[in-house]
Each structure stands twice: as structure tokens, then as C-alpha cells.
């Protein structure tokens, strides 16, 4: 669900000058008003030839994307959320089956096991990275084990140097949950590639987002593929001949246009992201913030997409924190407040609190603040002034050397991607 919720107007504090009073956590709006007519022009294209479902637009989005990730086959859906059930159903996975996954994550990736009547393994997460622990996979694989599903949270690939052994020396297949980290790279490799299904959403809040709900599925296997395409139309091929059980799940056509209008413009997004992320660890140095808020670093090993930008608050001051900044108008979010493994809903499994140290540390201690392409300097700087203002730390008269935190692929500062002055409105991310 998207929620607005715009930051209200608030009246900058004594001694905080060129500071906003509202910084929004997305700004969707900033968006619409470069490509509006564009995506005006191209739902209205769909509306004039009546085609609503699996038209021109979904074949030519999925091909592509399978260009974009350089895949073989990118197979759109009706969510990311039916991306996973889908991975799973065409890899054979079934009651009483185990799939590991971590619990630090959004609910999709462990209601999609459990829908099939199959066991989430929950595993632990690096406290460094928040993605999910290969050395605690390793120990949570049995025999019963069907599937390994890594997620590439906020952004970051998952460690598959580490993971691809252990799901073959296992006999298992990797499904990657790639709905935060679409064009994340692993040596060069998108995630998606890496594995035998990555699983992507077009969720409207997602990197490339949507004008609601969507998905689809990547693979470099023919005959998972093929078994895709029959799932989420029911197993029917030709009309009304059905060679397996599926769903219906299919991504309209409509959906298919408004991406097509956005995905030439993803890359440099994308690259307006990791700016920004250099921009925030340039100003954290600067504010001198570094004893008391963690700040997120890159992914040397490939690209690191930053969906989301989560900052670590000890000492029990996370939620203080969150609401000084909303009083000053500074909208954040919190992923993901009770892990799944302390879900009610799984209650039934017999996990208890202390199972997952790290897990449960991060769900105390995690906040993100705004990353979205259009962020202006101004608003960044404002974000890091609010926390400084929180924590009691002054600027300093000269910003330390962050050469080694802040460079972007260029080398470069960055320089503002968007200049418009209106604050927009913000959505109230919940995956």
C-alpha cells in the first residue's frame, strides 16, 4: 500500500540557516513532471487499441529488459510478490519442503514459500552488509532442502562468490530476490543472472517503479523459462489446454508502456543514486557523525544500486531519532521493524527472540533516509544537519578527506541531477 504522507511545514530552528523545513523521503512527483506526457501518451496508445493484457508492450518490455540484464529470458508478472511463488512453483517446490531465506527482509519472500505449503528456514544476516549470512545458510540446509533464496536488499547483491557453492555442493537451485536491485551487478553480472530465477517487482517505489503493481522473472534456463510462461497463465497452451496447474498472473499492458517509457532513463537514475549515497558519506564526515550513526559503504565487487539508503543508530536511539526528524519535516523509514521470524503469522515454526542476533539488532537499530534520484544537495544537506542537530555534533570548518568513502565512478563530487525547487510529495514506502 502507498501512503502520502508529505512532510508537514515546520519552521527551521535558531542557527539552522539554508537548512529546508521539509525534506520528503520519495518524491514521485519530481518524476511524473519530467515524463508525464510521455507515460500520458503511451497509457493512452494501449487505452486506443484495447489490448489490456499481454498486448505489444509487455513483449517488447520483456525483451527489453532481457537486453538490459543480458539474460536470455525476462518473463513479466502481476507482482514481485507473484515473481517468488512463481520461482518456486516452476523449480518444484512443494509441502513440506525447506527453502532458506533470510528474515530480514520483506513478508513476500517468506509468504511465498509458505503458500505452497513449504518450511522457511530463517537465516541470519552480516551486520555490515544486512544481506544474508552464507555461513549461516550453511548450517541451516538439510535434506529437506529445495531452494536457496538470497535477497539483494536495499540495492547490494547478496555474497554469490560465497552462496553459489553451497547451493551446489547441496543440489539446490538459488532464487534470487532481486525487487530492490534491479541492474546491482556481481563481478559484472546483473542480479538476476547469477542464480537459476531472479525475481523483480515494479512496484511504484522501486528504482524502476510502476503506476502500481508488477514484476517479472529472469533466467538463463530454457526449460524454467518455458514452465514461467505456462505458470502465470494458468498451464494453458494453446487457450484453454492446460499442462499445468498455475496462476493467473500477467502484467497489463498498460503497466508495460509506462515502464518502457522509464527504463531508457533506470541507468542514470541509477547513477544519480550512488551520487547521492557519496554525497551522504561526505556529509556524515563533515558533521562529524562517524562515533555515533553507521554510515552504509559501497559494494566493491559490483554495482551497488541504493534503493534504499539505511543508516545504524545504537545505543537504543533509533526511534528518538526518527521522530526528531519528522518534527523537522524529514521523512525516513524503517525496514523492517519485526523481523519475519518473530512474525505472528509464524509463530507456529518455534522461533523465539535471541534466534537471530543480528537480524533482531538491525530491526532495533536500521533507518533509512531519502535516496531517490531527483534528492537535491540542498536536501541532503539538511537530512545530515537534522541528525547532527539530534546527536549534538557541529560542522566542521573544513570537511575531512572522504576521498575513499565518496568518489563516484568518475572520481567525481557529484553534481545535482535535478534542480527544481518544489518539494514533492512523499510515499509512505512498505516493501
Partial sequence: MIRRTTPP??????GDEGLLAAVPLLALDRQQAVLGDAIRAAIGRVCDSGRFVLGPDVTELEAELAKALDVPHAISCASGSDALLLALMALGVGAGDEVV???YTFFATASAVTRLGAVPIFADIDPVTYLVDPADVQRKISKRCRAIVPVHLFGRTADMDALLPIASAAGVPIVEDAAQSILSTWHGRCSGGLGDVGCFS????????GAGDGGFLTTTRDDVAKTLRLLRVHGMEPRYYHELIGINSRLDTIQAAVLRVKLPHLDAWTSSRQENAAGYRALFAEYGLEGHITVPGDEPRGRHVWNQFVIRVAGGRRDALRAHLAQRGVGTEIYYPVPLHLQKCFA?????EGDLPETE???????ALPIFPELRPDEQRTVVARIAEFCGTARRTSAPDTKTA????AGQLPAPHFLRRAVGKADDVRC
Fill in 202 to 209: 515494479f512496484y511504484p517505489t522501486k528504482n524502476l517503479g
Fill in 406 to 409: 565518496q568518489p563516484t565512478a
Fill in 9 to 14: 511545514a515546520t519552521t527551521p530552528a535558531t
Fill in 101 to 103: 531465506l533470510p528474515s
Fill in 348 to 352: 507456529h515454526l518455534g522461533w523465539a
Fill in 361 to 367: 539488532r538491525a530491526a532495533k537499530e536500521t533507518l
